[in-house]
């Protein structure tokens, strides 16, 4: 099976791909002896302007990169940036490996000023970010409306907290909560009664 940079095809690891003449070998590839093989089973893909072959992986570990929309769960507070274990991106929903940790500075957790994030975000809550920066460290941001606080508990019971109108309220206790919540297709802001935020 040779490479073709008209058809991706499905290959399996030590699927021929072409020859070193041909192409320049890339992600999930190997070459041996002028050949170039498959050594992960995905699609094999030929760019035109360099003629690298390379091979995307099918059920690829979830990797953290730029722009990347990530799940991620706030740990700790502090005054200029909330701390949180990022669980997966929105893409795979595979648990991303080593859980690393992301914050999220004060100046990005939402549009305009915000004085304090503990009232935009608790301990506990799991919210929907979007990498700003993956390196060295893993620099996030919930600006946008699409993002924000997507599950949230309450701070006296701990029970999951209703999405109402005028804010969260806690179904058990009647505890009236804020929070910086994500609004969008999947949690669209409140006209009159919506589902839990979860």
């Not at 760019?47 to 953290?64: K, M, Q």
């Not at 200029?80 to 795979?92: E, Q, R």
């Amino acid at each position: 099976m040779t490479a073709s940079p008209e058809e991706p095809k499905l290959v399996l690891p030590g699927d021929y791909l072409g020859t070193a003449e041909e192409f320049l070998p890339g992600r999930g590839t190997y070459e041996n002896r002028g050949r170039i093989y498959a050594s992960v089973l995905g699609t094999s893909h030929v760019d035109p302007r360099d003629r690298t072959v390379r091979v995307e992986p099918r059920n690829a570990v979830p990797e953290i990169q730029e722009g990347e929309i990530v799940y991620a769960r706030v740990d700790e507070l502090k005054t200029a940036m909330a701390i949180c274990t990022i669980l997966t991106t929105s893409a795979s929903r595979r648990p991303v490996p080593g859980e690393p940790e992301g914050t999220v500075h004060v100046s990005k957790a939402k549009e305009g000023y915000t004085e304090s994030l503990s009232s935009e975000f608790a301990v506990g809550d799991i919210i929907l970010a979007k990498v700003l920066q993956s390196h060295p460290s893993v620099k996030l941001t919930t600006a946008p409306s699409s993002l924000g606080v997507v599950s949230a508990r309450c701070q006296v019971c701990h029970n999951l907290l209703a999405h109402r109108p005028k804010g969260l309220e806690c179904p058990r206790c009647g505890h009236q909560e804020q929070r910086k919540l994500a609004h969008g297709p999947a949690f669209p802001a409140p006209a009159a009664e919506t589902p839990d935020v979860r």
